[in-house]
Antibody
Framework: QVQLVESGGGVVQPGRSLRLSCAASGFTFSTYAMHWVRQAPGKGLEWVAVLSNDGSKKYYADSVKGRFTISRDNSKNTLYLQMNSLRAEDTAMYYC??????????WGQGTLVTVSS | QSVLTQPPSVSAAPGQKVTISCSGSSSSIGNNYVCWYQQLPGTAPKLLIYDINKRPSGIPDRFSGSKSGTSATLGITGLQTGDEADYYCGTWDSSLSAWVFGGGTKLTVL
């Protein structure tokens, strides 16, 4: 069955960096676009970024553009999110979600990122 | 301020029907497919509806979607207490080159 498992979250100081990973299994990872979506505590869903199946096309939310980088390693069935210059407002649960016919026919359980001094 | 507008909350009695609206623009809902998600407390979102009115495997036909112009609607019939959750609409916005979500609607089954 399809599984998406995020990791790499934690507590980080403002201005520092963090890299999230999303390990995929149960489907042909290299044929699907993948997304990162986040949710601040008590708030709604916020889309972060999407990467095409071959890594050639990537799009970002304005709130993270220039600070976050989405990437993937199809040989390892893994999606990444490199987060630099972190701010308090980046504090959220970060989910990876499978693309395809729709955003998020499968979601991971999320990894929590807390930006605090 | 979300690009897609949803009512903050809706409520109805068990067994009744409820609809949740999602208003967008020509660059979002007007020209792209719409998805609906259910998020139960403390869990990841789950896809309910995609491509306006298609349901993934395992989603009961009590859930339905529709679209008219720049607005979309999620319908839920035969309400159950287990349907109490937050519901989000989402679509691609061609002008922003970004996926956008509505602010979410909290469904209470009285």
């Amino acid at each position: 069955q399809v599984q998406l498992v995020e990791s790499g979250g934690g507590v980080v100081q403002p201005g520092r960096s963090l890299r999230l990973s999303c390990a995929a299994s149960g489907f042909t990872f290299s044929t699907y676009a993948m997304h990162w979506v986040r949710q601040a505590p008590g708030k709604g869903l916020e889309w972060v970024a999407v990467l095409s199946n071959d890594g050639s096309k990537k799009y970002y939310a304005d709130s993270v553009k220039g600070r976050f980088t989405i990437s993937r390693d199809n040989s390892k069935n893994t999606l990444y999110l490199q987060m630099n210059s972190l701010r308090a407002e980046d504090t959220a649960m970060y989910y990876c979600a499978k693309g395809g016919a729709a955003l998020g026919d499968y979601w991971g359980q999320g990894t929590l990122v807390t930006v605090s001094s | 301020q979300s690009v897609l507008t949803q009512p903050p909350s809706v409520s109805a009695a068990p067994g009744q029907k409820v609809t949740i609206s999602c208003s967008g623009s020509s660059s979002s809902i007007g020209n792209n497919y719409v998805c609906w998600y259910q998020q139960l407390p403390g869990t990841a979102p789950k896809l309910l509806i995609y491509d306006i009115n298609k349901r993934p495997s395992g989603i009961p036909d009590r859930f339905s979607g529709s679209k008219s112009g720049t607005s979309a609607t999620l319908g839920i019939t035969g309400l159950q207490t287990g349907d109490e959750a937050d519901y989000y609409c989402g679509t691609w916005d061609s002008s922003l080159s970004a996926w956008v979500f509505g602010g979410g609607t909290k469904l209470t089954v009285l």
